[in-house]
């Protein structure tokens, strides 16, 4: 970390980082309307690596027009869904055959390791699209008994939603593309996908692979951009039928309140605080690296990230020490540098965050076990932080950071109950974990989180299978799985007198 690290990328991606990177809208890669563009950087050096077309309001209508045409009178609409199926099957075959180059380009728009890209982010994005393949073909009604008087055949069918926006956050690009497209697709709708400013190039390339796996002009749009202009755009756009978002709460109650111009539905996956709970008789070896994983991962830059970390009394020290333990293991880097193992935030205005949360901590009484300030000049790179004695009053406690930084906080007595409200004590529910070795305390503590995903000896699952979401100010529905589908869609029921 002491001397300015060059990365070295594979030639398809120098390529690709060389072009002009226009947006894709009607099948057609085009300049934005306005004819501006901006930078995008690797943040494990601060440094320019392509610049993007800008979108506007102008060119997400260009965007929706097109969606539209493809949804209510193209080609798509004209597709069986096992041909759909088959063509989303396709796109995960090609990010898989292209899994090197898309885990580089990961790598140096996000600053994720590149093996956590390698391993994580390219192959769970192609299970997604195979995941959601195999559900093109069961996308079902059923069929109703009625208990007026008289013969009817009454049942219900499942229609897509329409033309969807989707606005994709800078954690983890592909993969959240991933989780928007593929069910979105499988259900039939047509798409205007924004990513995020800071990280765009993924999408861009998977909006290639997407034209490579031959889905018709239309159906998939990608307009680069800046929230307030493009992605504010989409959410009040009267012509789009439905809003996906992830990201900060914040930017949530925004797009909800664009959304009530034509009462378009709305899915979020917003922010969280999440507790990782260790009882006294959990498997340490387990717990600490676990509880380590739940916070430090990818930057800490995790929505449902173990930023509350709940220890028995009794356990408590060893709990701290061994996490600790684990970050000081932790080889921080650039993310092409091999052996990294956990890379950079993704900006100089989320380093800021972070650093700034650290000193609001301290300042109000809290101490740094591990960790606690920025590594180096160049790029943004925060070591793995542990606060102890913090309490549920201080801002650290109370707020998503979304960095790698952890409150450690001990519970002094065996009160299921009470431990239950520590946890949730937030405005958050989006994920939570449970480590212990008692199945009643587990099963308890289940039912009383407040939570959209519990782990027990785990602190969560990206598999496709697994829905995920929160309760309170975490968002609106469930993404993955099953649950995953029924966002992307609409019943309408049929009544039929014979």
Same mark, same amino acid.
């Given at each position: ?5 060059? +990365? ?59 969606? =539209? ?20 099957? #396709? ?14 380009? &990961? ?61 994709? +956050? ?40 997407? @034209? ?29 039928? #439905? ?8 930017? *949530? ?11 378009? #539905? ?5 922010? *969280? ?27 800490? @830059? ?23 333990? &684990? ?22 205005? @989320?380093?800021? =965050? ?17 960790? *606690?300030?920025? !590594? ?11 606060? $102890?004695?913090? $309490? ?7 707020? &998503? ?14 009160? !299921? ?77 049929? !009544?039929?007198?014979?």
């Amino acid at each position: 970390m002491n001397a300015p690290f060059i +990365p070295s990328v594979g030639e398809k991606v120098k390529a690709f980082l060389g072009r002009e990177h226009k947006l894709l809208i009607g099948g057609q890669w085009i300049a934005a309307q306005a004819g501006k563009s901006f930078d995008t950087y690797d943040p494990g050096t601060g440094r320019v690596i392509a610049r993007v077309a800008e979108g506007a309001a102008a060119d997400i209508d260009r965007a929706v027009m097109a969606a =539209r045409a493809a949804f209510d009178g193209g080609a798509w609409g004209r597709i069986t869904a096992s041909d759909r199926g088959r063509m989303i099957w #396709k796109l995960g075959d090609l990010i898989e055959q292209h899994g090197a180059e898309l885990a580089e380009l &990961e790598t140096l728009n996000n600053g994720k390791p590149l093996a956590s890209a390698q391993r994580g982010d390219v192959p769970l994005s192609a299970d997604m699209f195979r995941y959601m393949a195999g559900w093109a073909t069961k996308i079902t009604g059923e069929t109703l008994d009625v208990s007026m008087p008289g013969s009817y055949h009454a049942f219900t069918v499942r229609e897509p939603v329409g033309v969807v926006g989707q606005i994709i +956050p800078w954690n983890a690009p592909l993969l959240m593309a991933a989780w928007k497209l593929a069910p979105a697709l499988a259900t039939g709708c047509t798409i205007v996908l924004k990513p995020a400013e800071q990280t765009p190039l993924s999408a861009l390339r998977l909006g290639e692979l997407i @034209q490579e796996a031959g889905f018709p002009d239309g159906v998939v749009n990608i307009v680069t951009g800046f929230g307030p202009t493009a992605g504010a755009a989409i959410a009040a756009h009267p012509d789009i039928d #439905k809003v996906a978002f992830t990201g900060s709460s914040d930017v *949530g109650r925004i797009i909800v309140q664009a959304a009530a111009g034509n009462l378009k #539905k709305v899915s979020l996956e917003l922010g *969280g605080k999440s507790p990782v709970i260790v009882f006294p008789d959990a498997d340490m070896s387990v717990a600490v690296p676990g509880a380590a994983q739940a916070i430090f991962a990818n930057s800490g @830059q995790v929505c449902t990230a173990g930023s509350r970390l709940f220890a028995h009394k009794s356990i408590f020290d060893k709990m701290v020490e061994g996490v600790a333990a &684990e970050a000081g293991k932790i080889r921080v880097g650039h993310g092409m540098q091999a052996g990294t193992q956990m890379g950079p935030v993704i900006s100089k205005t @989320q380093l800021e =965050r972070v650093t700034g949360y650290i000193e609001q901590g301290k300042a109000a009484g809290a101490s740094v076990a591990a960790g *606690g300030a920025r !590594i180096g000049n160049e790029g943004y790179f925060i070591a793995p932080t542990i606060l $102890t004695g913090t $309490t549920a009053d201080m801002s650290v406690v109370k707020e &998503e950071i979304f960095g790698p930084v952890v409150c450690a906080m001990r519970f002094d007595d065996d009160d !299921i109950e009470r431990v239950a409200r520590q946890a949730n004590d937030t405005i958050f529910g989006l994920a939570g974990s449970v480590w212990t070795r008692e199945l009643s305390t587990a099963h308890k503590m289940v039912r009383r989180i407040r939570a959209g995903r519990i782990g027990v000896n785990i602190h969560g699952s990206v598999d496709a299978a697994l829905p995920t979401g929160g309760f309170k100010q975490s968002g609106w529905g469930r993404e993955r799985g099953r649950e995953g589908l029924n966002l992307y869609t609409e019943v309408k029921s049929v !009544i039929m007198a014979l």
